[in-house]
């Protein structure tokens, strides 16, 4: 008979296989990682670091190997005075947007600078150049911004082109100057240096929209404030002084000797007769 032999079974795997799947797995893993990171959406990743932040009180100055053209969170650092206006105009949108004055302003912000763009109805009455007491807090918000910054502020008065005929303002041309002249002298008032503001009336030649409806002729009268980023055309502070004649004198007389070359005017704010003293260019 035979004799039987004792067959030894093992249990479990052989120790080079349990090697060799761990390596397995973390090649898997590496791989894995490498094509996520290939296609990774920096918005997400950055949505993620910042709710992290945010989260944990950390990774205010993460050290990371992928670098970002942008931080997740951005710092207020203008290189520029435009720059500074630029950042400086989002407070006197949320002063509009708080007090409900979208209706009645337009902000526009471009390359040469930023415009307020103010409903004539908002300002004024009709037929009148007298401003309302409804925009104050508005114009000192906006002369706080103008203060801020050394450029010039040009102010432009706008109407529709349904004619006045008044005793005042014989036409629009009269009625969007005065205008304009009074938005200027506010905001002289609230601080803004007056050599830093022109004024200029346009009337109704230089419309939004067409006056053809009712909507498009109350869009048309307005009053624009242009806040112009160019040093260049700044003028020269106190180069030419306004002189009314003294107390009895023929608005027609000649001039003191002492002021050298003079034009006769009429100021637009007091409707009296002047001249411009300094040097006049042939």
């Known amino acids: 008979m035979a004799k039987k032999k004792n067959i030894t079974i093992k249990q479990g795997l052989d120790g080079w296989v349990m090697t060799y799947g761990d390596m397995m797995s973390l090649l898997l893993t590496f791989f894995v990682l490498i094509v996520s990171f290939s296609s990774m959406q920096e918005t997400k990743f950055e949505q993620a670091a910042a709710?992290?932040?945010?989260?944990?009180?950390?990774?205010?100055?993460?050290?990371?190997?992928?670098?970002?053209?942008?931080?997740?969170?951005?710092?207020?650092?203008?290189?520029?005075?435009?720059?500074?206006?630029?950042?400086?105009?989002?407070?006197?949108?949320?002063?509009?947007?708080?007090?409900?004055?979208?209706?009645?302003?337009?902000?526009?912000?471009?390359q040469q600078g930023v415009l307020f763009r103010l409903d004539a109805p908002f300002l004024f009455k009709s037929g009148s150049a007298e401003l309302e007491q409804a925009p104050a807090g508005l114009f000192e918000e906006i002369s706080g911004f103008f203060r801020k910054f050394p450029y010039q502020v040009k102010i432009g008065g706008h109407t529709d082109n349904v004619p006045i005929g008044s005793a005042r303002y014989p036409s629009n041309w009269e009625l969007s100057a005065g205008r304009a002249v009074t938005v200027a002298r506010y905001f002289q008032e609230l601080g803004v240096p007056p050599e830093r503001v022109a004024a200029t009336g346009y009337g109704e030649y230089r419309p939004l929209v067409g006056n053809d409806t009712p909507e498009g002729r109350t869009r048309n009268r307005r009053v624009e404030v242009f806040l112009q980023f160019a040093k260049e055309d700044m003028p020269e502070k106190n180069k030419l002084d306004f002189v009314d004649p003294e107390p009895g004198a023929s608005p027609t007389a000649a001039p003191p000797a002492e002021f050298g070359p003079q034009r006769q005017i009429i100021n637009p704010v007091t409707g009296r007769l002047g001249s411009l003293t300094g040097q006049i260019q042939p």
Request: charged share 25%; proline share 7%; net charge negative.
């Open 51 to 110: 709710s992290l932040a945010d989260a944990f009180g950390v990774l205010a100055n993460p050290e990371s190997v992928i670098e970002f053209n942008n931080p997740i969170v951005p710092n207020h650092t203008p290189v520029d005075e435009e720059a500074e206006a630029l950042y400086e105009v989002r407070s006197v949108e949320r002063f509009i947007l708080e007090h409900n004055l979208g209706d009645q302003v337009e902000v526009e912000v471009t």
